[in-house]
């Protein structure tokens, strides 16, 4: 049960989802206070990320699934069926929305758009993540984030220049695309409160990844200029703004203002640097990065990063190259309260904390749910029997 004073508290969100991106996008709804409710095919084990390894609290009980799906419920229901579909439609008729993550072209097929609910509730939000849209010569296609990456440019701009093309190391398309799935999720449901009347939103993996070329995408439409990877995961414009080596490993420095760009050469004790005629201004030092590099490497190599990071950090912004473990084992990660503890029958464990902060509040912190553990509760809320609700199962509808 949500804390009272989350923002989504009493909006209840049916979700026809899997693996990660819808998933997601529902969890944040979630983390808000609302009740999402996971819609799980029985015939098929359920979401197929709860056999998504290499890690398990059980069998079946992937640490992967409880990564995108905590503070949900459960519910078992074969939306391939009519008495499925049925059963779906009188949830819909007590719902605000519904949030599919599905190949385009299944959501219609499945009774699970705005015009297939309408009339059960003319309020509905229908909201529909595919992976190349419901509509075009794609809609049937499935999709999954690399494959965005790898044709909207991504591979292209990752990675070292003479080295292959490289994707972004996690699954950034897909959790991005989930949050714009809620975002038009709770945009639509706004005005549904307002004027009484539902909609389909869309969006989709392949949209997602290419709006966010954002500014890359700009300058080929206006100025025709294809941006290519940059040594050192360096800016393609901002310099200093990358990858220098100190005496034990690397340091990554944005120095993309003017005024950090000052701080940083009195910080280095080179003050002649502010007004040499190669570094006097941002045109200047791209064109002379190369050799601005050499001569940062210089100093930076004199020192470690931790000594780096203690003479720079909270005036240039810096940060050292950390692995997973040591981004979560960062001291400050603890002072923000970054990680939390989520309970869990096979005993509490810890994640990562929702980044949505709700001040005075605290979110959920429930595990994910097991397969089917809030069928009973959820189908006697509509009114079925004990009876019906065996003779379902016994049926394998839920």
């Not at 819609?39 to 359920?46: D, F, K, L, R, W």
Request: net charge negative.
């Amino acid at each position: 049960m949500s804390a009272p004073g989350l923002p989504l508290l009493g909006v209840r969100v049916l979700a026809v989802e899997q693996y990660g991106a819808g998933p997601h996008g529902t969890m944040f709804l979630a983390d808000q206070g609302a009740e999402v409710i996971k819609i799980e095919n029985p015939a098929e084990g359920g979401d197929m990320s709860r056999h998504v390894g290499p890690h398990f609290f059980a069998p079946g009980d992937s640490q992967f699934f409880h990564s995108f799906n905590r503070n949900k419920q459960s519910l078992t229901l074969d939306l391939n069926c009519d008495e499925g579909r049925a059963i779906f439609r009188r949830l819909a008729a007590k719902s605000d929305a519904v949030a599919c993550n599905l190949r385009g072209d299944v959501h219609a097929k499945l009774g699970l758009t705005y015009d297939a609910l309408k009339d059960v509730n003319p309020a509905i939000v229908c909201a529909h993540l595919s992976a190349y849209g419901r509509t075009g010569p794609r809609a049937g296609w499935p999709g999954f984030d690399y494959l965005m990456q790898a044709e909207t440019g991504y591979l292209s701009l990752t990675g070292e220049p003479d080295g292959p093309p490289a994707r972004a190391g996690l699954s950034i398309i897909d959790m991005m695309t989930g949050l714009a799935m809620s975002f038009g999720l709770l945009a639509a449901l706004l005005k549904a409160r307002e004027t009484g009347l539902g909609r389909d939103i869309d969006v989709s993996l392949f949209d997602l990844a290419l709006h966010n070329l954002s500014y890359l995408a700009t300058w080929y439409l206006a100025a025709g200029d294809v941006v290519k990877r940059q040594p050192r995961s360096a800016h393609p414009s901002m310099v200093p703004s990358q990858l220098y080596q100190t005496r034990d490993g690397w340091i990554f420095i944005m120095a993309n203002k003017e005024k950090f760009w000052r701080l940083l050469c009195e910080l280095l004790d080179r003050p002649e640097w502010i007004s040499d005629p190669r570094f006097a201004g941002p045109a200047e030092r791209l064109a002379n990065r190369d050799e601005l590099t050499v001569l940062l490497d210089d100093i930076f190599r004199t020192q470690t990063t931790a000594a780096w990071l203690a003479h720079l950090g909270g005036q240039v912004p810096a940060a050292p190259i950390h692995d997973v473990g040591q981004a979560l084992d960062n001291p400050f990660v603890a002072a923000i309260e970054g990680l939390q503890t989520y309970t869990h029958s096979a005993g509490d464990f810890r994640m990562v904390a929702n980044p949505v902060r709700t001040e005075g509040v605290a979110a959920p912190r429930q595990g994910a749910p097991a397969l089917g553990a809030h069928t009973d509760r959820i189908l006697h809320g509509l009114g079925l029997s004990d009876a019906e609700i065996a003779a379902l199962r016994a049926r394998r509808i839920i």
